[in-house]
């Protein structure tokens, strides 16, 4: 017997077990745990109801209130739902979106830090990557979902790039008649810090033109100068050649006198006009550029790329109390203050970051330390307690155990009784025996009748014996698994002929063995 006689027998358009990644569930995504998720069309597929939507029973506690972002800090095994919960977070934050036009929450998944912690290595050069890691900073984070943040933000109000729905900013035509001039301003600073390293100078200026903002007071100066002074000495050359000489014959002698004091002063002028915009101010910007360049570890920019965007901001924007000239964090904060004033003209009244994945970076590779390094600057009161800035953080178990470790200088400074703290993203049979009845909803076919999940099984497998089995698991992942396996082993122990639909006793007795002994070995570290 094939699989596929075994499903199309109970109405089952597909495999509701065979996923194992929340990203890649097609399954996953029908039962409502993806933001946007497309629903497959045709008369095979179910149509998605709210009803089939699966939630850890800490969910709601991981949310929080979405009219006040809060933190939280969950940890779980390999398997545990981690993803799912992080899917099932921005599908949450978008319904609520919907329902909350003048309050909404910009969701922003700080999930994918390969690039980042890339880029650290490369400009640390350090000897081992736990050497760069370990010297990574409160800052680093800051700026680099301060650079998740802005270039799409910069997109939306550009029209353009890959803002794929990230922000509603309405019309973007008139969007400097909705926005006051200091948010602006604001706006413009971000981007000439953190938009796409490959592109940022050129849409400094553009970005410039569409806000309506006039360039620096300086250029302008400069501009004027260059043109009035000339026009200048022509006056005083036409008055000493025509005016006075008529007026005053005896003094005719002036006329090349003038001539020649006036070419001397109009080079001079434009030697030291060159001198001072061509030379003095344009290294004085470079060295600007260079200091926000060691500080920015993780946008790959250069200091003419830094330059030629700090050289279109107003002069007063250029020091230590708006720049990343420092490892002071208050600076980037003020970022993250500027990105929601700017957005709550666009009905944003707050932001979830959402941290996720920590394990999976190549410079990481899942090693208990290097995880450690990357997430401890995070384990910061300041940084989770930001008005309007939630920030939830979905942690590997391995770094529980080390949190547990820690000196009581280290609670006091993470305060992780303050976090919405989860200990363990735990599962009960129970649950996980709901979440895989469920799946098969979720698959069934649109005129198939509902089949309960001991249904798959003989008479002589009760809901005990299957609610145990699947508790023995722990772990969603493991337990779709154990599910996937039953299915295949049935279907290639019997034949077609036979029609024998149900799975046995043993068979389930005989994975559940093999699926257990699998998970300590990988708890164990000998097998994946």
């Known amino acids: 017997m094939t699989v596929t006689d075994f499903l199309r027998h109970w109405g089952l358009a597909e495999n509701p077990f065979m996923g194992e990644e929340a990203r890649a569930d097609d399954v996953f995504a029908r039962m409502g745990g993806q933001a946007g998720a ?17 939630y850890h029973a800490d969910f709601d506690k991981i949310v929080g209130d979405l009219r006040r972002p809060s933190a939280a800090v969950a940890f779980g095994e390999k398997g545990s739902g981690k993803t799912a919960i992080r899917l099932q977070l921005g599908r949450r934050v978008q319904e609520y979106n919907a329902a909350n036009v003048g309050a909404k929450v910009l969701f922003v998944a700080y999930d994918d830090l390969n690039a980042s912690l890339d880029r650290l290595h490369d400009r640390l050069n350090s000897k081992t990557p736990l050497e760069s890691l370990q010297k990574l900073r409160l800052v680093d ?6 650079h998740a943040i802005v270039p799409r933000l910069v997109d939306a109000i550009m029209g353009e790039g890959t803002n794929h729905g990230f922000v509603d900013v309405g019309d973007v035509s008139k969007i400097h008649k909705r926005i006051d ?39 302008v100066w400069g501009r004027l100068t260059l043109i009035l002074v000339p026009l200048l000495l022509l006056a005083l050359w036409w008055w000493t050649n025509q005016a006075l000489p008529s007026a005053n014959p005896a003094l005719a002698w002036l006329k090349p006198t003038w001539a020649a004091w006036g070419l001397v002063v109009l080079v001079g002028f434009y030697a030291i006009f060159a001198l001072k915009h061509g030379v003095w101010d344009r290294l004085a910007l470079l060295r600007q550029a260079h200091r926000v360049k060691r500080q920015i570890r993780v946008v790959s920019r250069g200091d003419i790329s830094y330059a030629s965007s700090l050289k279109q901001l107003p002069t007063w924007f250029r020091d230590a109390a708006h720049l990343p000239l420092s490892d002071s964090d208050e600076p980037r904060f003020g970022m993250l203050d500027r990105v929601r004033r700017f957005l709550r003209h666009f009905g944003y009244a707050g932001i979830m970051v959402v941290i996720d994945r920590v394990d999976e970076p190549t410079i990481v590779n899942g090693d208990p330390d290097r995880m450690k390094a990357v997430v401890w600057p995070l384990l910061n009161n300041k940084f989770l307690q930001q008005e309007g800035v939630g920030v939830k953080m979905l942690l590997p178990m391995e770094l529980r155990h080390a949190v547990f470790k820690e000196s009581s200088a280290f609670f006091q400074g993470a305060r992780l009784d303050k976090q919405s703290l989860v200990e363990r993203l735990s599962w009960t049979g129970s649950t996980l025996y709901d979440l895989c009845e469920q799946r098969l909803h979720a698959c069934r076919q649109r005129e198939a009748t509902p089949l309960p999940l001991l249904g798959l099984f003989t008479e002589d497998v009760s809901r005990q014996d299957l609610t145990e089995a699947l508790e023995r698991l722990h772990q969603p992942r493991d337990a779709f698994k154990l599910m996937y396996r039953c299915i295949n082993d049935h279907c290639a122990s019997v034949t077609r002929g036979q029609e024998e639909w149900r799975i046995p006793r043993l068979t389930l007795l005989n994975v559940l063995k093999a699926e257990s002994e699998r998970v300590q070995q990988m708890h164990r570290g000998i097998r994946p």
């Open 141 to 146: 984070h800051l700026d680099a979902i301060l």
């Open 38 to 54: 497309p629903m497959r069309s045709g008369e095979e597929m179910p149509a998605r109801s709210a009803d089939l939507a699966a």
């Open 181 to 219: 001039k200091h948010s602006r301003r604001d706006v413009l600073l971000l981007q000439a810090l953190y938009d796409y390293p490959e592109v940022a100078p050129v849409r400094t200026a553009r970005l410039r033109g569409r806000l309506r903002l006039l360039p620096p007071a300086g250029a």
